[in-house]
């Protein structure tokens, strides 16, 4: 069976470049436009998703290249070659996701050449970055005889870098394992930040002793993935070798990393039933409990088939016949965990763990795991791409996808054979579905990026404007006439009846205005008793104070309570014992004197004002919340019994005026024009008088 054929490896291939496509419109806009549309990033939690996963996973993830290097070419376990190739490229492309990542987090990428001039021999993450540049190169000379095998003209450098292999070996674990232990020392120096049950002196040998049990865990993953998808049986016997070394490793992180929090005296810790205990029991039941209960499982689970199998060797063959349970499952699940595990001990320690000490809360953008997530998927393409196209197995999956056009048929101008969706079309048409999809995100990161900072509010202006009825069905239109116009004039119009007092609500000042007639509203409501109605909490000694006074920003809740300004109105020291009554008790908002004693709020049966959310007192919602909950939900109210067609009041462009481009759309009129309609004046008349009062009544 072709992989054209193969339906796991058509819809895993399309899948990876949709998820590719995703990741490059959001990377390209990251470069165009910064961190601040494409992350939640903050400068309390600079590093996110892609440093504590693309980054520390990568590296963690390359762990089964020195690994499996070392096992073959030091230790000559010899029958582990046939998986070292694979395992090379797994580290190979680790490291590039490493690099990528780093590119679109720091943004940078043409300055790399500078830590490579001028050394700084005091940082660590100088060492990172020369390691990284240098186990690169090691692992792409490991790889490079697999791609240069195509080729007669590279034999004599194939050759050359065959005798090489061993030095290169040597030369690659020792980059590596000081790059795997240095990315703990990088740690070390957050300390501050981290919370005790990860930060530890030994995290350096922590990391080192994991990235072995991951390496073996990772080789074993990428080994059961890949065969899965090409529908081989996986090297079962080899897989139980790694598993079983990889006990070992994971009982010897394990006494460790205990023994050093018994040590410190921090064990305690993870059973004081907070959230980061638990984080971390499920951390150490992922990356070491249960892989080594299951692993241990697989070993027993082998002892008995041989035992009822006799005969069979010290090393069973691959897949010792269907049927039968040789604890292949346990395997499976064993590495899956212990690579999951790892991975997330990786973003523990590179953020997630921070938070406890911080207290800022980071949750990655979309956009952020849509880059993470197209990295990974950019190079799995390029593993499959390898193993189907160069001998990194030793028996290559069957020939790819056979694109075959149909022909055209020159005498009936027709397209022969059947239409055919070529890797080619379909690879295209997942990227570009997947650009559409990473435009929607990025376009939503922007807006939730805009709501969540701080709009403070501007005021409302108050403002003549004239109102007509509308010429088609109900409601008005409303024209702003400058409170500019002398006295004598806005007396003729008001003689007709048609100028009214109203407000514009134009918080965001950004020019959307919302027509509010209050004195309208007053009038139906009851006039002058009607303030309570909407002025639902009051500052003593107002009637009606402005509800921008307290719902102070568009989106954010907002703390109204200023203790300095009221210590000065209550007497400055005098004033304590009227709010603190009870000397006794803590000095917090439940023990003092209640904000309604003194700022009255309004009668439950006049207010229309009705809280949907339970907060502290003095946390007013965000302005937007105010207006909607009160404005629309009368205008809704009003048209419960309103045939759909007819709704009116409810509809958005009723009170914002010039946000929709309609007939309901607001009319700033010029101050002349005000003489154009009472004296018949020519139009122009009033241009030369006040040409600059058309700002629609700013005062
Ligand atoms: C108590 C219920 C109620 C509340 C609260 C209320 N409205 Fe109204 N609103 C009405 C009614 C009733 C009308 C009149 C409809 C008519 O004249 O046919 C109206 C009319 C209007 C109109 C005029 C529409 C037109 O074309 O004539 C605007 C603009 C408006 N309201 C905006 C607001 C805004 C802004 C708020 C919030 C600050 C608000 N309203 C709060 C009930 C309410
Ligand atoms: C239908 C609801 C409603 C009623 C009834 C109402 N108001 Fe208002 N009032 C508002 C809204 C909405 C605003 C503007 C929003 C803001 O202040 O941020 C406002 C603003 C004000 C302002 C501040 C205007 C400015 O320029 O800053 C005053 C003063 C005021 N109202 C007084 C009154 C008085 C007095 C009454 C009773 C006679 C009354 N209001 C009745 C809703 C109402
Ligand atoms: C003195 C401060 C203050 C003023 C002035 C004020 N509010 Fe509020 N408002 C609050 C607080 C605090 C809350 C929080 C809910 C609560 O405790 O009632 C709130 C809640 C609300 C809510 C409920 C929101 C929800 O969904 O829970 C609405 C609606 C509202 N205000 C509208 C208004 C309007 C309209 C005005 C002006 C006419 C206004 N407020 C003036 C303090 C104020
Ligand atoms: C209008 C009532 C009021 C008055 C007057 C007042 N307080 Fe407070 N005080 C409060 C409230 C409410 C809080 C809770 C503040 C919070 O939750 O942010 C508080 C908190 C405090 C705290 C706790 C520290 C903090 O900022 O959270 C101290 C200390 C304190 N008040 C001291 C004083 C002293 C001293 C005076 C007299 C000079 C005084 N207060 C006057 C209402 C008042
Ligand atoms: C002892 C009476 C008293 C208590 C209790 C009290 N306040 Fe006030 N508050 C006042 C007075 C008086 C003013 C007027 C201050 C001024 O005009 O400068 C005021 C002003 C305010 C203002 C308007 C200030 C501004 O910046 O515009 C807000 C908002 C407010 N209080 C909120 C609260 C909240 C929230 C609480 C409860 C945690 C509270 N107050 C408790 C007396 C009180
Ligand atoms: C009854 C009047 C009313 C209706 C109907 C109404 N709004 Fe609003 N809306 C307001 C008021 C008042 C504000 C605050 C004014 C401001 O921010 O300038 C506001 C603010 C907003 C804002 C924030 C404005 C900004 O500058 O960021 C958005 C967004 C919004 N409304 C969307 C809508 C949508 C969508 C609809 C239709 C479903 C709608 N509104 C219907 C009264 C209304």
């Known amino acids: 069976m072709t992989p054209a054929q193969n339906p796991r490896v058509i819809v895993t291939k399309t899948v990876l470049w949709f998820l590719v496509g995703v990741a490059a419109v959001v990377a390209v806009v990251r470069f165009a436009r910064g961190l601040g549309v494409t992350t939640a990033l903050t400068d309390a ?49 680790g490291y590039l996701a490493v690099i990528i990542g780093l590119m679109v987090d720091l943004g940078r990428p043409w300055n790399i050449w500078r830590p490579m001039l001028y050394w700084n021999l005091h940082s660590p993450l100088f060492e990172v970055a020369m390691c990284v540049m240098l186990y690169t190169t090691v692992l792409a000379l490991e790889f490079a005889p697999v791609v240069l095998e195509r080729f007669a003209w590279a034999v004599p450098i194939i050759r050359l870098l065959r005798r090489l292999t061993l030095p290169l070996v040597i030369v690659g674990i020792a980059l590596s394992t000081l790059h795997q232990s240095s990315l703990g020392t990088l740690f070390l120096l957050s300390g501050a930040r981290m919370h005790p049950l990860w930060f530890s002196p030994l995290l350096p040998l922590l990391f080192l002793v994991s990235a072995v049990g991951l390496g073996l865990g990772m080789v074993t993953v990428e080994s059961l993935v890949t065969s899965w998808l090409y529908r081989r049986e996986p090297e079962w016997a080899l897989l139980r070798g790694l598993t079983r070394a990889a006990t070992v490793v994971l009982s010897l992180y394990l006494v460790v990393r205990l023994g050093d929090l018994v040590a410190r005296g921090e064990l305690g810790r993870a059973f004081d039933g907070s959230w980061f205990a638990a984080l971390f029991w499920v951390e150490m039941s992922m990356s070491t409990l249960a892989p080594i209960a299951l692993f241990l499982r697989a070993a027993k689970d082998t002892w008995a088939t041989r035992a009822r199998v006799p005969g069979q060797g010290s090393r069973p063959e691959a897949g010792s016949g269907p049927g039968k349970d040789d604890g292949h499952w346990a395997i499976t699940w064993g590495a899956f965990l212990m690579t999951a595990g790892f991975v997330l001990h990786r973003a523990d320690v590179g953020g997630i763990s921070h938070i406890a000490v911080t207290g800022q809360v980071y949750v990655p953008a979309p956009t952020e795991v849509a880059v993470s997530l197209g990295i990974v998927s950019g190079l799995a393409l390029i593993f499959l791409f390898f193993v189907e196209n160069l001998k990194v197995w030793e028996e290559p999956p069957p020939a790819t996808d056979h694109f075959t056009p149909a022909a055209m048929d020159p005498v ?26 990473g435009i929607a995100l990025v376009e939503a990161q922007v807006e939730s990026r805009r709501r969540s900072a701080a709009r403070p509010i501007h005021p409302p202006r108050s403002a003549a404007v004239e109102v007509t009825p509308r010429a088609e069905g109900r409601g008005h239109r409303f024209e702003i006439v400058s409170p500019t116009v002398p006295a004598a004039m806005t007396e ?12 514009l609500i134009d918080s965001g000042g950004e020019g959307r205005l919302v027509l509010f007639p209050h004195v309208a509203h007053q009038r139906r409501l009851g006039g002058e008793a009607s303030c309570a109605s909407c002025h639902h909490r009051n500052v003593p000694l107002d009637r009606a104070t402005s509800c921008s006074r307290c719902h102070r920003d568009m989106y954010r809740w907002t703390d109204t309570f200023d203790h300095r300004r009221h210590v000065t109105a209550h007497g400055q020291s005098l004033s304590c014992a009227v709010c603190h009554q009870d000397r006794a008790a803590a000095r917090s908002r439940a023990g003092s004197k209640a904000c309604a004693s003194c700022h009255q709020e309004a009668p439950p049966h006049l207010t229309r004002v009705r809280a949907t959310h339970e907060a502290e007192p003095g946390l007013a919602p965000g302005y937007v919340k105010a207006m909607h909950g009160l404005c629309l939900g009368c205008h809704r109210e009003e048209e419960s019994e309103v045939a759909v067609a007819d709704r009116y009041l409810s509809r958005c462009t009723t009170c914002h005026r010039n946000e929709f481009a309609s007939d309901l759309e607001m009319r700033r009129r010029p101050p002349f024009a005000v003489v154009a309609t009472t004296s018949n004046a020519p139009e122009d008349a009033g241009e030369a008088r006040d040409g600059g009062g058309t700002t629609g009544g700013s005062p």
């Not at 397209?415 to 999809?437: D, K, M, N, T």
């Open 45 to 93: 939690n600079p590093w996110g998703m892609w440093v504590g996963f693309d980054v520390m996973g990568g590296v963690a993830l390359a762990a089964g290249g020195f690994v499996l290097a070392a096992t073959v070419y030091i230790f000559r376990r010899e029958h582990y070659h046939v998986i070292i190739r694979p395992a090379i490229l797994t580290a190979f492309l």
């Open 492 to 503: 003729a119009v008001a003689g007709g009846g048609r100028l009214q007092d109203a407000l």
């Open 412 to 437: 009936s101008s027709q397209y022969i054979g059947s239409p055919w969706l070529g890797e080619g079309q379909r690879a295209a048409l997942a990227v570009i579905c997947g650009v559409v999809i």
